[in-house]
T-cell receptor, first 111, second 113 residues
Framework: GQSLEQPSEVTAVEGAIVQINCTYQTSGFYGLSWYQQHDGGAPTFLSYNGLDGLEETGRFSSFLSRSDSYGYLLLQELQMKDSASYFCAVRMNTGFQKLVFGTGTRLLVSP | EAQVTQNPRYLITVTGKKLTVTCSQNMNHEYMSWYRQDPGLGLRQIYYSMNVEVTDKGDVPEGYKVSRKEKRNFPLILESPSPNQTSLYFC????????????FGPGTRLTVL
């Protein structure tokens, strides 16, 4: 089977840096994605890591360590608009396009 | 405007009454998926399609059917809805596979009484 673990909630203040971790247990693994979802909205894609290392996109970075079955999303210079839920998702190799999402981390950014 | 559309956005129905939720994308994407989102459970993949007439099961396919007769459309069919299918449903499409950037529709909130 497969499972992904994320913290349920993280709080931070504007301007700070926050890291959202994701650990996974799967029988097969191809890569790790991150999505953002504001309340009442649809998920939007943030990043994908297919190989170990850090991927940077503006204020957001994502990291993957396949040997540790672990990844994280790093958000820098936090803004109020970053308050949202963040989901990691694992692409499985059992079923080429199967994607399994974590239960999400709710980020609350305060002034 | 590049987008994924879903209809209806809200639906209240009764147990056993067949329904279809439509999904359409205008980006010429080959890959499309359906997800359901329930509190505390995140998003769970129901079905996905890699191209016209090519579909496969995701994690929670029971009670659902899909079809992909045209590249742009990927309807979700509930032949005999039950209350445990009350959920928020999202359709998504992508150019290079579900691992890459998926574009999500606005969601359909379904209530089965």
């Amino acid at each position: 089977g497969q499972s992904l673990e994320q913290p349920s909630e993280v709080t931070a203040v504007e301007g700070a840096i926050v890291q959202i971790n994701c650990t996974y247990q799967t029988s097969g693994f191809y890569g790790l994605s991150w999505y953002q979802q504001h309340d009442g909205g649809a998920p939007t894609f943030l990043s994908y890591n297919g190989l170990d290392g850090l991927e940077e996109t503006g204020r957001f970075s994502s990291f993957l360590s396949r040997s540790d079955s672990y990844g994280y999303l790093l958000l820098q210079e936090l803004q109020m608009k970053d308050s949202a839920s963040y989901f990691c998702a694992v692409r499985m190799n059992t079923g080429f396009q199967k994607l399994v999402f974590g239960t999400g981390t709710r980020l609350l950014v305060s002034p | 405007e590049a987008q994924v559309t879903q209809n209806p956005r809200y639906l209240i129905t009764v147990t056993g009454k067949k329904l279809t939720v439509t999904c359409s994308q205008n980006m010429n994407h080959e890959y499309m998926s359906w997800y359901r989102q329930d509190p505390g459970l995140g998003l769970r993949q129901i079905y996905y399609s890699m191209n016209v007439e090519v579909t496969d099961k995701g994690d929670v396919p029971e009670g659902y059917k899909v079809s992909r007769k045209e590249k742009r459309n990927f309807p979700l069919i509930l032949e005999s809805p039950s209350p445990n299918q009350t959920s928020l449903y999202f359709c998504a499409s992508s150019l290079e596979g579900t691992f890459n950037e998926q574009f999500f529709g606005p969601g359909t909130r379904l209530t089965v009484l």
